[in-house]
């Protein structure tokens, strides 16, 4: 019996030995990768065990539980961050590991730019490289419904900023991120925004921003652009923004605006219709965003490109018409200037 045991012991041992022999060659070799390089993507919450098939399912020529063997004994395997990797020939088991941890991911980026619209962002996402177009289909109101958020229109929701991912990533993804961050920004103007602010809601606030916007050409007039359309809503005057005429013909138009388009009946249109439009027209940066609610004091109600970049801006009409005649002499008859008062 005591013979029978001592066998035993030794047998296991002996298998013991040889399986971390073989483990220690699975840590320490060059894995057999089924070609020069492999691309390995892994989703966030997915389980090791998961990992591991999706390792070998990439292309890597080695048993699903080695490389779960792998993860679980070095301790480390919480610290596997989801994206996408890139494998080469030469890569070992632990520097498998190493990157998997250390988040060392083939990543590619995405740029949201201040100022654009909802149709340039999803043109964007529909030709982004590496990403899984799950939202291709969707209508805008079923991205903002997607988001929990059905009640709201998607127009100006969305943060301007550079979004990195791994491929394989959806686009949903990227949606939720620029949603939450646009949320989180959004909220922090609106905590600074002062008593007394003829903006009543922070999505006034987003409104006003996405004007600002649109209608600023260097940013230290963001404040007093601002101040311009604060002081029109506080006197009960229309806007008379131009960008939101604009907004309100769509895609159609010709990048001609004329005297016919400043008339015509649609919501956007603050040459006619008084008080904010009611929704964003695009996405604003976090500059615009503050600039919305903290305007620059001034009695300030009109303003008129100069040519350079810059706004002129005027207390009176009779001040803002010598500023159209000196600064916009050469501009088209068939155009009013941003905003004028008819």
Do not use: C
């Not at 976090?286 to 001034?298: E, M």
Request: no cysteine.
């Amino acid at each position: 019996m005591i013979r029978f045991l001592k066998i035993t012991f030794l047998t296991a041992l002996l298998a013991g030995l040889l399986g971390l022999t073989q483990l220690l060659w699975w840590v320490m070799a060059p894995l057999n990768l089924g070609s020069p390089v492999i691309e390995l993507s892994i989703e966030p919450g997915t389980p090791v065990k998961q990992i591991a098939q999706e390792v070998v399912r990439s292309g890597v020529d080695l048993p699903a539980y080695g490389i779960y063997l792998i993860f679980r004994l070095s301790g480390q395997s919480k610290q596997i961050r989801a994206g996408s990797y890139e494998l080469s020939r030469g890569d070992s088991g632990w520097d498998l590991l190493e990157k998997l941890i250390r988040g060392q991911e083939n990543l590619r980026a995405l740029t949201l730019v201040e100022g654009w619209n909802m149709r340039q962002f999803r043109a964007l996402l529909d030709k982004a490289d590496g990403l899984r177009h799950e939202s291709s289909q969707m209508s805008d109101q079923e991205i903002m419904q997607m988001l929990g958020h059905p009640e709201l229109a998607a127009e100006g929701r969305f943060y301007p900023d550079t979004y990195t991912y791994g491929k394989g990533t959806s686009d949903r993804n990227i949606l939720k991120r620029a949603f939450h961050a646009m949320d989180r920004h959004l909220a922090i103007a609106w905590g600074e925004h002062p008593k007394g602010s003829v903006l009543k809601s922070a999505d006034e606030a987003l409104i006003l921003a996405s004007i600002v916007e649109k209608e600023t050409g260097a940013a230290s007039d963001r404040p007093m652009i601002s101040s311009v359309f604060n002081n029109r809503l506080q006197l009960g005057m229309p806007l008379q923004t131009d960008p939101t005429v604009i907004y309100g013909l769509g895609p159609n138009f010709d990048g001609n605006l004329r005297r016919a388009d400043l008339r015509s009946n649609h919501p956007w249109n603050t040459y006619i219709h008084t008080g904010l439009p009611p929704t964003p027209i695009a996405m604003p940066g976090k500059a615009a965003l503050l600039a919305a609610v903290h305007p620059a004091q001034s009695e300030a109600l009109y303003f008129v490109a100069k040519g350079d970049g810059r706004s002129q801006f005027s207390n009176t009409l009779e001040e803002h018409n010598a500023a159209v005649q000196k600064y916009q002499l050469n501009r088209v008859k068939d155009y009013t200037s941003a905003p004028t008062n008819n």
